[in-house]
């Protein structure tokens, strides 16, 4: 099988399975990720021979996706702030919001030498990116899965950052210590919410990452502002990815635990998706 046949067996085979553009995404993610053609590549060599494993590999990507599983799950892959990043069913798939999370606390942080903690680290994803970007930061993470620190250590691994990493629960987190920056992507999407997500979300990651009751949609807020204001040294940062819907919620939380300047900062879609403060 050469190239230009394999790019033509997964336009046929990703018919309805999504509009064209996102099908021309697909194949490019799949050319790279998975027989290392960047878009160069594909425009040059489009009679390049492909291993003796292509066939058999585009059958099997293209069923999965038609089965609506996330396709940096089947690459095993997922690129973030300029780096690709392992992903296992394990961890959430990284979003582009999540990138402008990240950007956002780099632009407001110049300084060297801060300690930082990324609360529900999954990936690593945001505090592997944080550790490459900030000055001599010294960067701890915690997560309650297992599998999802693992994935994250590998991650850390790859990127030949350091990141102490460790188990604890959100709603009881570990471990004790001082920060200057404080960031959390917790599980804020409600239950009732659930049915109007794609497939490829609701059907394949964690859910224990992404679901909150719906009676108490700041669950996970409500254990993290109490520790962060604990914990970040005066002027600290405290940085939130959060529900649209809870926007003045959260920024009343926040405020009745002892924080200044709290900010509802809007994505690039202009919706709502972030929330800052300072520690007093």
């Known amino acids: 099988m050469i ?12 018919v309805g399975v999504a509009e064209p553009q996102e099908v021309q995404a697909m194949i490019r993610v799949i050319c790279e990720d998975v027989f290392n053609y960047d878009q ?32 940096q799950y089947i690459v095993g892959s997922a690129r973030f702030h300029g780096h690709r990043f392992k992903v296992t069913p394990a961890v959430l798939i990284p979003r582009p919001e999540t990138e402008q999370l990240v950007d956002l606390i780099i632009d407001e942080n110049q300084g060297s030498d801060l300690r930082v903690l990324d609360m529900g680290t999954g990936s690593g994803c945001i505090a592997i990116s944080l550790a490459r970007a900030l000055k001599f930061a010294q960067v701890d993470a915690l997560d309650v ?12 691994a790859d990127l030949k950052v350091k990141v102490r990493f460790f188990e604890s629960d959100m709603l009881s987190p570990q471990p004790a210590a001082r920060y200057d920056i404080i960031v959390s992507n917790p599980p804020y999407v409600c239950w009732s919410e659930r049915e109007a997500m794609d497939r490829n979300v609701k059907d394949y990651e964690p859910g224990q990452a992404l679901f909150v009751p719906d009676n108490d949609p ?15 040294e005066r002027g600290g940062k405290l940085y939130l990815e959060i529900n649209q819907r809870f926007g003045n919620e959260v920024k009343r939380l926040l405020q009745d635990n002892g924080f200044d300047e709290v900010r509802i900062i809007e994505d690039s879609f202009g919706k709502v998706r972030f929330a800052a403060a300072t520690a007093l």
Not at 3 to 14: M, P, S, T, Y
Request: hydrophobic letters at 45%.
């Open 218 to 232: 700041l669950l996970f807020y409500k254990a993290i502002a109490p520790y962060a204001a604990q914990s970040l």
């Open 40 to 71: 160069v590549d594909v425009a040059l060599r489009q009679e390049s021979e492909l291993p003796d494993f292509a066939p058999e590999r585009i059958a099997d990507i293209i069923a999965r996706l038609r089965r609506h599983e996330p396709l």
């Open 145 to 156: 899965s297992r599998d999802a620190l693992e994935v994250a250590r590998q991650n850390a």
């Open 3 to 14: 190239l230009k046949e394999a790019i033509e067996q997964l336009k046929n085979g990703l």
